[in-house]
């Protein structure tokens, strides 16, 4: 891809949040720098949650996986379980590279993961209250569109938010949402409410993102992170104004096109508008 050199009569913003998510469906971890690779963030959704049948689980099914917080360092990846009254020592892991490997599935995407043994398939179960096993990501997938690479992300390697969007949708609300609710990984600020619909390509540092596809909101962000309760909102009220299409849209899907490292603080600028 030929990449424009500058993005000149655009606005500029600036890159306020980085945010991983090692565990499918867990919380997120805040970082001030890293890396940014084929597949995004390094070990985002590096490990997840799956069915005895393969098939992945998610706070769609299970909304109290919002008070699972894991850490991962890339060799132990280690999960407390944020339920006062459950009195569960957190799980510490290290992380299995060898063993058997399975077929799961992520909505209707095949893809590989390697068991990561009875011991954290009987901590997940217990805590959940339901028969899971924890697999780690192995192989290739490829993203829905845009020739990117994901891990267990549901179809794209990056999910982008501006800041602005937020207070958009907040000022709606009789309660306002904090941005966790809606899990990017990358958000920025100073481009303007929903202004990331119109970007095809922006620049962040010395990076470069494709914006590919609108993300398509559900009840996951109807979940509060911090105690696992569902609600109703922001769904009711981004369907009346957010609804595009067959679905509610609520930021966009993203794929690297020129590596870096990304750093809070990052200036931003739009290279190219759809």
């Known amino acids: 891809m030929t990449v424009p050199a500058r993005g000149d009569g655009f606005p500029r913003g600036v890159l306020t949040e980085l945010n991983v998510y090692p565990f499918k469906s867990g919380r997120g971890t805040s970082l001030h720098t890293a890396e940014l690779t084929p597949m995004g963030l390094p070990h985002d959704r590096e490990f997840m949650l799956v069915t005895p049948e393969g098939r992945f689980l998610s706070q769609r099914d299970l909304p109290r996986m919002a008070l699972l917080r894991p850490s991962y360092d890339g060799v132990v990846l280690t999960v407390d379980f944020a339920d006062p009254e459950a009195g569960v020592a957190p799980l510490v892991h290290k992380a299995a590279a060898d063993g058997p490997v399975r077929e799961v599935f992520v909505h209707r995407s095949a893809c590989e993961g390697i068991d990561q043994g009875d011991e954290a398939a009987a901590w997940f179960s217990a805590v959940l209250g339901t028969d899971c096993r924890m697999v780690r990501f192995t192989g290739h997938r490829a993203a829905s569109r845009g020739d990117g690479r994901v891990a267990f992300a549901d179809a794209y390697p990056l999910l982008v938010i501006s800041a602005e969007s937020l207070a958009d949708l907040n000022a709606r609300l009789a309660e306002p949402l904090p941005m966790n609710r809606f ?92």
């Open 183 to 274: 899990r990017p990984n990358l958000v920025i600020e100073g481009l303007g409410a929903f202004a990331e619909d119109s970007v095809r390509l922006l620049r962040v540092g010395p990076t470069v993102i494709e914006l590919v596809k609108a993300c398509a909101r559900c009840v996951i962000t109807t979940t509060d992170q911090d105690t696992g309760v569902r609600g109703r909102e922001p769904l009711r009220t981004l369907a009346s104004y957010r609804t595009i299409g067959r679905g509610i849209r609520f930021g966009q899907n993203g794929v690297p096109r020129t590596l870096g490292t990304l750093t809070v603080g990052d200036p931003v600028e739009v290279l190219a508008a759809r």
